[in-house]
Nanobody, 115 residues
Framework: QVQLVESGGGLVQPGGSLRLSCAAS????????MGWYRQTPGKQRELVAT???????NTADSVKGRFSIFRDNAKNTVALQMDSLKPEDTAVYFC?????????WGQGTQVTVSS
């Protein structure tokens, strides 16, 4: 089993920044992709950004140029730096990771962008 714990969500004004962090623990080996998805009420969970162990990044068009993803393989952590935040970025953000071909999810952290 793998546990993912997120931190760093909160309330921020439009144009502001937040950094989300996620730490993985448990049976961690042969891990590959880690990343972030987000979800708003009534909508499906959507990709924000993912990063593989070798550093290949996949970013949603809606956040390109504003969000950056970072990974520390030694510490099994992944972070999402969110700049120039917009109200439409408001969502619950979920950390995810793939170990032994199984997808694990964190419990989610709320990000609210509002004045």
């Amino acid at each position: 089993q793998v546990q993912l714990v997120e931190s760093g969500g909160g309330l921020v004004q439009p144009g502001g920044s937040l950094r989300l962090s996620c730490a993985a623990s448990g049976s961690i080996f042969r891990g590959n992709t880690m990343g972030w998805y987000r979800q708003t009420p009534g909508k499906q969970r959507e990709l924000v950004a993912t990063i593989t162990r070798d550093g290949t990044i996949n970013t949603a068009d809606s956040v390109k140029g504003r969000f950056s993803i970072f990974r520390d393989n030694a510490k099994n952590t992944v972070a999402l730096q969110m700049d120039s935040l917009k109200p439409e970025d408001t969502a619950v953000y979920f950390c995810m990771g793939v170990w032994d071909l199984r997808v694990y999810w964190g419990q989610g952290t709320q990000v609210t962008v509002s004045s």
